[in-house]
């Protein structure tokens, strides 16, 4: 199925109307598009307003998140991130109010009722999360009046999260529906007051792999206690002492930013952005997160901790550094955040970034992205498989970082491939998680598979 | 059931809590990927093309497009015609596909989408378009996606077919199995040396060998050219007997046209792969091939060495319909009498099917429809299941039961292989008895010491 485009003047995609959410660094005047919603018929690797929201809510480990609508929404979500649990594993069922033809016809509420009734009774969970999707909004049950109605009866929170996947097929739209969410659920009862302390809490943490674990450790060893992750690890008792912090640092900024903007504007809680992945970018929030504390005992520590980590780290990067000097990298990820990550961690291993793509990222991040890249690197938004595969055969890609859907895509190529997406099993955060990605790197890139694939082609297609 | 309060107490309750099934369109792609030369479409929000994707990508292993209309907010209230015909431009642009499937969502169905009027006027308006478009009806509200199989196979069926002459090539028609199990059947057939037309056949479109190279649209399925020429077909086999009638393709085919159904059950065990070639033998007037009687013999010898082993199995067979149906057999034939049979479709005869097989058995087991994975767990536990046989939802047997599972059907996400799964004709029957007497052998040896330490000696702290 040969067609005839091509990237060759710098930023043509497939089609035509997709031009400009393509930019080749140094040769485009013009900014990317990247506020559009998806094209029709493109094939957009993005998801909806659903699955962002569920996504971000998901790790909240106690609460029961209950999906309102048929049942399609409730099975691809069941239990589909890696976030783990010190405790409760109540988030890992996916509950579906299943709704059948006649709900959508003559109104979803009284089953969405029943089955809050049902789950409460049965697991008697602190709080939860009513999804809405789709068939909800469109039938116009009104989940707030039943989760209100419900909140009452049982007293405990209810919370309904207005995630109809119609609304957008950006997932930062659901991003905010959850920080919304979040806002609610933590908003002090009147009378209610919540005890200030020296802790912080950890925004667009999820412990995926145990990420949010190690950085704590970190934070305990040089004299900082954590509050509470938003939201990896979390429980609804810990959510509702947010409040009580000093400092929010703020990690993944997709979903996180506003929730910190608005816990400054409510709880005059000031926020710092962070970053966790890499091992410079770990010891530069570590100093940060301490200059913001001021106390010379916990300066002293992160230095401390900074240099004992850094001097064990640092050979064992090297011998991977080794052997990935001058390989090609391409980055296709949800967000902006992570893709600015990805390139200094892959420029870190001696490799040249020529591609890097988002799902959600905005201009501004857009703008750091090719300030980041040498001339001639791809920048895309929103990005199809048909355009993702010319990138990686025309900028001849030794290896990608992605999410699974990208991961199929690379191997039909014979290119090595990195998960960095939210089903991932392994930390990658942290000075540990510099080694472990520099081995998740070094493991595709090199592997021994891909000189007998390469070898079985000779440039012919089967 | 009888002396067991089955369906009625397990699942009167409202909430699905962990799905045992998929929606309807995820069905549909299946179908659709089986046809040469095809391309899909998801007329609905962005989200569910994407989870789609994703649900197959991690099934088959390979890259599987799927577009979608993209439907926004402003579209749902106004009607998405702009946006359908949108993403036709684009999707036939790109992929140059000669028949696109359109499958419709929860969203499309409940705005009421005249989806027969808009494609004729996108028909109308490009005349020359070389292209056939099916679109089916797929709300997850009406069906699962077994049923979106069977739906979508038949209007694949209803669009071509054409009174022809009469030929020698007999139709089958396979339900959602593995691409191994694909390559199976056609060996078999082969071996008979008997043409035939197999519908969906997407053992290479979703299973393709390496080849250095994305195809947007992989080689191999059934040809449209063949499809059209079922109708002078001597007869055609089915392996379907839990089909519902209203879905039933080869009901089409003898309805319209007057082709001979033979419904059998999937070709996995003995009983049921005898079925097929006793079948085909008689079609074909051809006594049974020396190589099949060898692999029968094979098998039967592997019945008996492991007979025993089998007997200590209690197994939990759940998922589709058709597939729950063959495994019921396979195990009843070896003497694992299965404690609870379980399917997540409400629509199919696998009850009326398997009560009789049932009937005799020393215990009788929980049978239940609408199934999920709160029922079967609860009916696993309380049956004392020993061994779990189904696809990967079922983890949670194992992870919090000890309970361990053998893996067929669909979908498999934990996995690797789940396209490779195979299981069918005698062959495959030994290679899925093997998995499953070894899954059995491996949970007795690795605890039959402490378990009879702790039952039966003298010194066993109480």
Redesign the interface.
């Known amino acids: 199925m040969e067609h005839d485009c091509s990237l060759a003047s710098g930023g043509t995609g497939c089609i035509s109307e997709r031009q400009n959410s393509i930019i080749t660094t140094g040769k485009n005047k013009s900014r990317i598009h990247c506020a559009d919603d998806s094209l029709a018929g493109a094939v957009s690797q993005r998801a909806c307003v659903f699955c962002g929201a569920r996504v971000v809510l998901n790790p909240i480990t106690d609460a029961i998140h209950l999906v309102h609508g048929p049942i399609g929404c409730a099975t691809y979500t069941w239990d589909i991130r890696g976030s783990l649990s010190s405790d409760s594993e109540m988030y890992r069922h996916s509950f579906s109010t299943d709704l059948k033809e006649k709900d959508v016809v003559f109104g979803g509420e009284p089953k969405l009722a029943a089955c809050i009734d049902e789950v409460i009774s049965k697991y008697h969970p602190p709080a939860v999360f009513v999804y809405s999707t789709c068939v909800v909004g469109m039938i116009g049950d009104d989940i707030i009046a039943v989760c209100k109605d419900a909140s009452e009866r049982h007293g405990i929170d209810i919370i309904p999260v207005e995630s109809s996947g119609f609304l957008s097929g950006n997932k930062i739209v659901g991003y905010r529906a959850a920080a919304e969410a979040l806002m609610k659920l933590i908003r002090p009862k009147p009378g209610e007051v919540i005890e200030k302390t020296r802790k912080l809490n950890f925004l667009g943490e999820y412990n995926l792999g145990g990420e949010k674990w190690l950085i704590e450790r970190y934070l305990n060893e040089i004299g900082i206690e954590v509050n509470v992750a938003f939201t990896g690890d979390s429980t609804v008792a810990a959510l509702k002492r947010a409040p009580g912090s000093c400092l929010n640092i703020v990690q993944c900024t997709g979903s996180m930013h506003w929730v910190a903007t608005n816990l400054e504007k409510e709880y005059g809680i000031p926020y710092l952005d962070v970053n966790f992945f890499g091992a410079e970018n770990t010891a530069d929030s570590l100093r940060r997160i301490a200059a913001f504390y001021g106390d010379p005992e916990i300066i002293r520590r992160a230095e401390s901790l900074i240099e004992r980590e850094m001097n064990r780290i640092t050979p064992i990067i090297a011998r991977y550094r080794k052997k990935l000097t001058g390989k090609r990298t391409a980055i296709y990820v949800g967000g902006a955040f992570k893709a600015v990550a990805l390139i200094r961690q892959m420029k870190d291993l001696g490799m040249e970034v020529v591609v890097t793509g988002t799902q959600t990222g905005k201009q501004e991040e857009y703008d750091t992205i090719s300030g980041l890249l040498s001339e001639g690197a791809i920048v895309v938004d929103d990005a199809n498989p048909a355009e993702i595969e010319r990138f990686l055969l025309d900028l001849k890609v030794d290896v990608m970082a992605g999410g699974v859907k990208e991961r199929v895509l690379a191997y039909k190529l014979g290119i090595g491939f990195v998960d960095h997406n939210h089903e991932r099993k392994e930390c990658l955060a942290g000075f540990d998680g510099a080694v472990t990605f520099a081995r998740e790197v070094y493991i595709t890139t090199c592997s021994p598979v891909w000189k007998h694939l390469k070898a079985s082609i000779g440039g012919e297609e089967l | 059931m009888t002396n067991k309060p089955a369906n009625s107490t397990l699942r009167v309750?409202?909430?699905?809590?962990?799905?045992c099934?998929?929606?309807?369109?995820?069905g549909g792609v299946i179908a659709f990927k089986g046809i040469e030369g095809a391309m899909v479409?998801v007329h609905?929000?962005?989200?569910?093309?994407?989870?789609m994707?994703?649900?197959n990508?991690?099934h088959f292993?390979?890259?599987v497009?799927?577009?979608?209309?993209?439907?926004?907010?402003k579209?749902?209230i106004l009607g998405g015609e702009k946006?359908?015909n949108?993403?036709?431009?684009?999707?036939l642009?790109?992929?140059?596909p000669t028949m696109l499937g359109i499958l419709t969502?929860?969203?499309a169905e409940?705005?009421g989408e005249d989806m027969d009027r808009m494609i004729r006027a996108y028909l109308q308006e490009h005349p020359n378009l070389g292209v056939e478009i099916i679109s089916v009806a797929t709300?997850?509200?009406?069906g699962?996606h077994s049923e979106g199989f069977w739906a979508t196979t038949r209007a694949i069926i209803a669009h071509y077919a054409r009174v022809c002459e009469s030929h020698n090539r007999i139709n089958v028609i396979i339900p959602n199995i593995s691409p191994a199990d694909i390559r199976e059947i056609k060996r078999i057939m082969g071996l008979f040396g008997v043409e035939y037309t197999l519908i969906p056949d997407f053992s290479m479109t979703l299973d393709?060998?390496?080849?250095?190279?994305?195809?947007?649209?992989p080689?191999g399925g059934t040809s449209p050219a063949d499809v059209s020429r079922m109708p002078g077909a001597p007869v055609t086999i089915q392996f379907g007997l839990t089909c519902p009638d209203a879905l039933s393709p080869g009901l089409y085919l003898e309805q319209q046209f007057g082709v001979r159904l033979i419904n059998l059950p999937i070709p996995i065990g003995v009983d049921n792969v005898d079925q097929f070639i006793a079948a085909l033998s008689h079609i074909c007037g051809k006594p049974v091939p020396e190589q099949l009687t060898l692999e029968r013999g094979w098998l039967l010898d592997g019945m008996a060495d492991a007979h025993k082993y089998n007997a200590e199995g209690r197994p939990a067979i759940y998922g589709e319909p058709e597939m729950v149906y063959a495994l019921t057999g396979v195990c009843i034939e070896n003497g694992a009498e299965p404690v609870v049979i379980a399917s997540g479709s409400p629509h199919s005869k696998l009850k009326d099917l398997v009560r009789p097989m049932v009937s005799d058995l020393a215990e009788q087991p929980f049978l239940i429809e609408e199934a999920d994975f709160a029922s079967i767990e609860h009916a696993a536990v309380s049956a004392g299941a020993t061994i779990g046989v189904g696809h990967s939802?079922g983890k949670f047997l194992t992870e919090r039961h000890g309970i361990p599972v053998t893996r067929v059907g669909y979908p498999i996400h934990d996995r690797i292989g789940g396209q490779r799964i195979f299981s069918a004709g005698y062959a495959g029957t030994l290679a899925f008895l093997d998995r499953f007497t070894n899954t059995l052998l491996e949970q007795k040896y690795g605890s039959y010491r402490e378990k009879k330490k702790d039952e039966m000696a003298l010194n066993r702290v109480m």
């Open positions: 309750k409202e909430v699905n809590e962990n799905q099934h998929m929606c309807m369109p995820l479409l609905g929000s962005q989200g569910c093309s994407t989870y994707r994703l649900a990508v991690e292993h390979e890259p497009d799927i577009a979608s209309s993209s439907l926004n907010e579209q749902t946006n359908l949108k993403a036709l431009d684009n999707v642009r790109v992929y140059q969502t929860c969203l409940t705005m709300p997850s509200y009406r699962t393709r060998p390496y080849g250095g190279r994305y195809q947007k649209i080689t939802g």
